[in-house]
C-alpha cells in the first residue's frame, strides 16, 4: 500500500507543481506583423518578402470568464494501513465517484478552481455500510494541448462511514478529517470554446491522524484513484 500511496502523491504533485510552473508562460500569442509594402515585381522596401506559412493544427480556444462543471467516475479505494474490508463479499467492490468544480480562466490556457470530490465503497455484501471521503480543494488546471489537460489541487479532506438505516435514509458516522491532494489527467473528446466532454483519469489521498481527544480516530492514508468523464461549460 506504501507503494501505491508514493505514486498517488507524486502523479498529484508533479501534476500541480507543472500546472504552477506554466503561468507565467500561458499567455496567448498575439497576431503576426503586418507584410512589408511590395512593388510591382513583388520586392518590399526591405528586399523579397515571402508570406509567413499558415500555423497547423487545432488552434487553443479562446476561453474566458466562468468555469464550471461535474463529473462521474469509476474506480477503487485503498488504505495504507491495509485493505478495505467488505464483510461477507466474493468480489472486490468498485468505488464510485463524483467531482464538481467552480472557478475562472486565467487566460485560454490556465484556470484556477474550486474543487469537490466524493467518492464511496460499500463495506458489505448487503451494501447498508459505504466508505465515503470527500475532498475539498483549490487547484488549476493547465491545457498543454487543445485537448490535453493536467490539473492539481491541494486542501482538506473528511473519512465517514454512511449506514443504511433500513427505512430508506441514512446515517454518517464520522472517523477523521485531514489533507487531501489530488492530481488529474484528461482529454477533451468534444471540445468548443464554451463546451467540452472529456475523459479523465485522476488520483486523490486524504491524510488522517488521530486527534487523541477520545473520539473515533485513526492514523491511515485512503487513496483513491478513478477514470471518469466530465462536463465542463465555460
Not at 510552473?21 to 512593388?39: C, H, I, K, L
Not at 480543494?137 to 490535453?148: E, N, R
Not at 473528511?158 to 430508506?168: C, K, R
Amino acid at each position: 500500500m506504501r507503494k501505491l500511496r508514493l505514486t498517488s502523491a507524486l502523479v498529484a504533485a508533479l501534476a500541480a507543481s507543472f500546472v504552477l510552473t506554466q503561468v507565467s508562460t500561458a499567455q496567448p500569442g498575439g497576431e503576426p506583423p503586418p507584410p512589408p509594402p511590395a512593388n510591382g515585381n513583388g520586392y518590399g522596401g526591405q528586399g523579397y518578402y515571402s508570406t509567413p506559412p499558415a500555423q497547423t493544427g487545432k488552434p487553443f480556444h479562446r476561453r474566458r470568464g466562468l468555469s464550471i462543471g461535474f463529473g462521474f467516475g469509476i474506480g477503487g479505494m485503498e488504505s495504507e494501513n491495509g485493505p478495505i474490508r467488505c464483510d461477507a463479499c466474493d468480489y472486490d467492490p468498485i468505488a464510485g465517484s463524483f467531482d464538481f468544480h467552480v472557478g475562472g480562466m486565467i487566460n485560454p490556457r490556465l484556470a484556477l478552481l474550486f474543487e469537490v470530490w466524493g467518492s464511496g465503497q460499500q463495506l458489505d455484501a448487503q451494501a447498508t455500510e459505504t466508505l465515503v471521503q470527500v475532498m475539498w480543494m483549490f487547484g488549476a488546471q493547465y491545457w498543454v494541448t487543445p485537448q490535453l489537460w493536467l490539473k492539481g489541487g491541494i486542501g482538506a479532506a473528511s473519512l465517514s462511514i454512511s449506514v443504511d438505516d433500513g427505512f430508506g435514509g441514512s446515517e454518517a458516522i464520522d472517523i477523521g478529517e485531514g489533507a487531501a491532494i489530488m492530481g488529474a489527467i484528461g482529454y477533451e473528446v468534444m471540445s468548443t470554446r464554451k463546451f467540452a466532454v472529456d475523459l479523465q483519469f485522476r488520483v486523490g489521498a486524504g491524510t488522517y491522524q488521530d486527534d487523541g481527544d477520545g473520539g473515533i480516530g485513526l492514523n491511515d492514508q485512503i487513496t483513491t484513484a478513478a477514470f471518469g468523464v466530465g462536463f465542463n461549460w465555460y
